[in-house]
């Protein structure tokens, strides 16, 4: 369990990362450009490190479904979804959103073993630790809101 | 109500994201899943690209070197995600990814990392991650 819990907070911390660096990318040029350049280097790395760990087993496509290959739909969607909500409300209302959906989605996807997952029943415990983390997020973002206003009366 | 529903689509679509990966790598393979859907997306993009006539790439000369390569991470993101997914679900995955995000974005804040303006650290932030712990680890007894 442990194992799995440090590669979620590996990955975690590169998509804080990779926000930060993609949106700096995003202040010059604009939302469709970055999405290319963002989705070409994810493949690029995916591609190298595929062929460095698997060799020519990397081609080797042997169970592959249709849908799979509609699979980057996906990615296209986060990008413009999250950039337009964005665009539309404050950061933190949009940012406190968008985590509160992820974690909602994901209780909903693992209750009824959505795709192949082991359903993990819906009991009073899930809910007590979605709602504690949603509560969470929500005092950790509104009050940074208000930190960063005074700071910009301040200066 | 469009941002709120943006929003809420853009999280829906991020936890679809992991789990689709996770499925597709239990078939073919979490490398082959992370190349296949990086690389469909980046057609679609320079699809979508070419058709709304956006031309800002020429803007990425202005943009400092290092944060243009954000995109590789997902490599590591998508096979970190998948197999923690295998491992423990995609409720305390996404629950611990969380954390880590907010961590990474606190500490850019509170450090000035990246050209953002510091911010000081205040007792709410320590409290709301305090929170995401303590939940995380009723989602995990």
Request: charged share 10%.
């Given at each position: 369990m442990?194992?799995?819990?440090?590669?979620a907070?590996?990955?975690g911390?590169?998509?804080?990362l990779q926000?930060?660096f993609?949106?700096?990318?995003?202040?010059?040029?604009?939302s469709?450009?970055?999405?290319v350049?963002v989705?070409?280097?994810?493949?690029?790395?995916?591609?190298?490190?595929?062929?460095?760990?698997e060799?020519?087993?990397l081609f080797?496509?042997?169970?592959?479904?249709?849908?799979?290959?509609?699979?980057?739909?996906?990615?296209v969607?986060?990008?413009t979804?999250?950039?337009?909500?964005?665009?539309?409300l404050?950061p933190?209302?949009?940012?406190?959103?968008?985590l509160?959906?992820?974690l909602?989605?994901?209780l909903?996807?693992d209750?009824?073993?959505?795709m192949?997952l082991?359903?993990?029943?819906?009991?009073l415990?899930e809910l007590?630790?979605v709602?504690?983390?949603i509560g969470?997020?929500?005092?950790?973002?509104?009050?940074g809101q208000q930190e960063?206003?005074?700071?910009?009366?301040?200066? | 109500m469009?941002?709120i529903?943006?929003a809420?689509?853009g999280?829906?679509?991020i936890?679809?994201?992991?789990?689709?990966?996770?499925?597709?790598?239990?078939d073919i393979g979490t490398?082959?899943?992370?190349?296949?859907?990086?690389?469909?997306?980046?057609?679609?993009?320079?699809?979508?690209m070419?058709?709304f006539?956006?031309?800002?790439?020429?803007?990425?000369?202005?943009?400092?070197?290092?944060?243009l390569f954000?995109?590789?991470f997902?490599a590591?993101?998508?096979?970190?995600?998948?197999t923690a997914?295998?491992?423990v679900?995609?409720?305390l995955?996404?629950?611990?990814?969380?954390?880590?995000?907010?961590s990474?974005?606190?500490?850019?804040d509170?450090?000035?990392w990246f050209?953002?303006?510091?911010?000081?650290?205040r007792?709410p932030?320590?409290?709301g991650?305090?929170?995401?712990v303590?939940?995380?680890?009723?989602?995990?007894?």
């Amino acid at each position: 369990m442990l194992l799995g819990i440090i590669f979620a907070l590996i990955a975690g911390s590169l998509v804080g990362l990779q926000n930060i660096f993609n949106s700096k990318v995003n202040e010059h040029a604009g939302s469709w450009a970055t999405n290319v350049l963002v989705l070409g280097l994810g493949f690029l790395a995916s591609f190298t490190l595929g062929l460095l760990f698997e060799g020519k087993q990397l081609f080797r496509l042997h169970h592959m479904q249709t849908w799979y290959w509609f699979s980057g739909v996906i990615g296209v969607g986060v990008v413009t979804c999250v950039v337009q909500g964005l665009k539309r409300l404050s950061p933190t209302i949009a940012i406190s959103i968008v985590l509160a959906s992820q974690l909602g989605f994901a209780l909903f996807l693992d209750s009824i073993g959505a795709m192949g997952l082991k359903p993990v029943p819906f009991t009073l415990k899930e809910l007590l630790g979605v709602l504690i983390i949603i509560g969470g997020i929500l005092v950790f973002k509104f009050s940074g809101q208000q930190e960063s206003q005074q700071s910009e009366k301040a200066s | 109500m469009k941002g709120i529903l943006f929003a809420l689509f853009g999280g829906i679509f991020i936890t679809l994201q992991g789990v689709a990966n996770s499925r597709i790598s239990q078939d073919i393979g979490t490398w082959q899943a992370a190349t296949i859907t990086q690389m469909t997306g980046f057609i679609l993009a320079v699809v979508l690209m070419v058709s709304f006539r956006d031309r800002t790439w020429q803007n990425f000369k202005r943009v400092k070197p290092m944060y243009l390569f954000g995109g590789t991470f997902a490599a590591v993101v998508i096979f970190s995600n998948v197999t923690a997914i295998h491992k423990v679900g995609v409720t305390l995955t996404i629950s611990a990814l969380l954390i880590a995000q907010l961590s990474v974005a606190f500490l850019t804040d509170t450090c000035g990392w990246f050209g953002v303006t510091k911010q000081r650290m205040r007792l709410p932030q320590f409290i709301g991650i305090g929170m995401m712990v303590a939940g995380v680890l009723i989602l995990s007894m």
